[in-house]
């Protein structure tokens, strides 16, 4: 898995609520405009982990205020990891 | 006991082995229905106990917004359902009230049992990193007050009271506190879901279950045959707010509450009697009443053959040998812990609106020393003006409280 892309993270947030708008353009829409608190964008990170075996950090929560900010920290972090 | 303001039950949410709602759950005591039968949430066979009161028919995301469904435990999204009835009742409008000035003061017991037990799962089968977030917020005793005060925006003096039966008198002789002292309205009472394996287990570790394979014979207090208790899930939530508040509103209230008491038992071992004699005697002096002014003792009915006695015989100390209508509708829900004394409060205010006092279904003999009118069918008394409920909780909880018409 070399690039997570916005469409993967929107997989993940659905997961989260089935029922969340995320149809529009939503990369620059904060977290918690879309109805996600900051323990839904912990428990995101923790699934990521999960599923890709990378270790995310406590504080990455901090680092993803946005979808896009998601997106760009996940990716660096992949790099990082080489995954 | 609150700057000469009368404090009213204003609004009664109900989720009970017995029904949903406040009505159901009166129509089933009255008709003496009861919701105990063989556990279903999980296959009871390998455990000496297989009968609870459970609630039936709650499908949560049927009742409670779904973003909270995945961050809380079955026991606070039964808080929430019957809140939100609670709330309806009373006909309060929150969002009209300042936000400082109101607050959530609920029992808890158990916790989140069951969304703990999957957590726990997922550390041993899978590791760590599989332990949900919500574990955090979805198991402390806290968590029913936490999502109510969030989800009402009550950011008045919110806490949580943890006396396991006796947990729920406890909570609102918290919320005549405040409302003695500047908060205008409380959400109180309270409930317990632990019918699950682990909540099961630990339920067990205090002797006190009944292993009497008969959802009518094995819980029956104050009777020969008393072989302990069975546990259930449910309770209800409780809206009281000052007179003041109330008449401004224009609402209408059940009750008043009159007066309250608590202590706790001494050790084994010092030779001294258990509080609730004392008890009983303080909450009658802080409601500046007599013993024969009351009319009906909901009683806390342990069903465990030395706490029955020990409770008879404290009743009888106050009230004369047969000397006042005792009842325990719980027979027919089981006790449930941090919501049981709550939902005795429920019972008791919807008896002093219909003027019934509800019987105890399962005793017909009583055991020696226990010298008691119990009520085994209903009855219209010409006198229900007054009330005390009961409550003790594992450990030496003891509470009581007194309920008087408006």
Redesign the interface.
């Known amino acids: 898995m070399s690039t997570f892309t916005l469409d993967d993270l929107r997989e993940l947030l659905r997961r989260?609520?089935e029922?969340a708008d995320l149809d529009g353009d939503i990369a620059n829409t904060q977290f918690v405009e879309l109805?996600y608190d900051s323990?839904a964008v912990?428990?995101i990170a923790?699934e990521i982990?999960?599923r890709f075996g990378v270790v995310v950090p406590d504080d990455a929560v901090l680092a993803m205020p946005t979808p896009a900010k998601a997106v760009e920290f996940i990716n660096a972090l992949f790099a990082r990891c080489g995954a | 006991m609150t700057n000469g303001q009368e404090v009213l039950i204003t609004g009664l949410g109900v989720v009970a082995p017995t029904g949903v709602g406040a009505d159901a759950h009166w129509q089933a005591v009255l008709a003496g229905k009861s919701g105990i039968a063989r556990i279903t949430h999980f296959d009871p066979t390998p455990y000496p106990v297989r009968l609870a009161g459970e609630v039936k028919g709650f499908v949560a995301t049927d009742r409670v917004p779904?973003?909270v469904v995945?961050?809380t435990d079955r026991w606070t999204q039964l808080a929430l359902a019957a809140a939100g009835e609670a709330l309806d009742d009373a006909g309060v409008d929150l969002s009209a009230m300042p936000e400082y000035e109101i607050a959530v003061v609920t029992s808890s017991s158990s916790g989140g049992t069951d969304f703990g037990q999957h957590q726990m799962q997922n550390l041993y089968q899978n590791g760590p990193?599989?332990v949900?977030?919500?574990q955090?917020?979805a198991w402390f005793y806290a968590a029913t007050t936490g999502q109510l005060s969030i989800r009402h925006g009550m950011r008045g003096p919110c806490g949580v009271l943890c006396g396991e039966q006796a947990g729920g008198l406890d909570a609102l002789g918290q919320a005549r506190r405040l409302l003695a002292s500047g908060t205008r309205l409380v959400v109180s009472g309270g409930t317990d879901a632990s019918l699950c394996p682990y909540g099961l287990v630990a339920q067990l570790s205090s002797g006190e279950l009944s292993a009497v394979d008969d959802p009518v014979g094995a819980y029956l207090p104050f009777d020969v045959d008393a072989s302990g208790y069975l546990p259930g899930e449910g309770g209800a939530i409780i809206v009281v707010e000052t007179a003041a508040v109330a008449h401004e509103r224009g609402t209408e209230a059940y009750s008043r509450v009159l007066g309250y008491a608590a202590g706790f038992d001494p050790r084994p071992d010092t030779g001294r009697p258990p509080a609730l004699r004392r008890v009983i005697e303080r909450a009658l002096k802080d409601a500046n009443l007599r013993p024969d002014d009351v009319d009906v003792v909901f009683a806390d009915a342990a069903g465990v053959p030395a706490r029955d006695l020990a409770e008879a015989q404290a009743i009888s100390a106050v009230f004369g040998p047969r000397g006042v209508a005792v009842t325990a509708p719980k027979t027919l829900t089981g006790r449930l812990y941090g919501g049981g004394a709550a939902l005795d409060v429920a019972t008791a205010v919807l008896a002093q609106r219909h003027g019934i006092v509800p019987s105890t279904a399962g005793p017909t003999r009583l055991a020696p020393g226990c010298e008691l009118d119990l009520v085994t069918s209903p009855r219209q008394p010409a006198r229900l003006r007054t009330a005390m409920v009961l409550a003790r909780g594992h450990g030496g909880f003891t509470a009581a409280l007194l309920l008087g018409r408006v």
Do not use: C, F, K
Request: charged fraction near 30%; avoid cysteine.
């Open positions: 989260a609520d029922h109805g323990l912990l428990e923790s982990q999960r | 779904r973003r995945p961050e990193s599989w949900g977030v919500y955090s917020i």
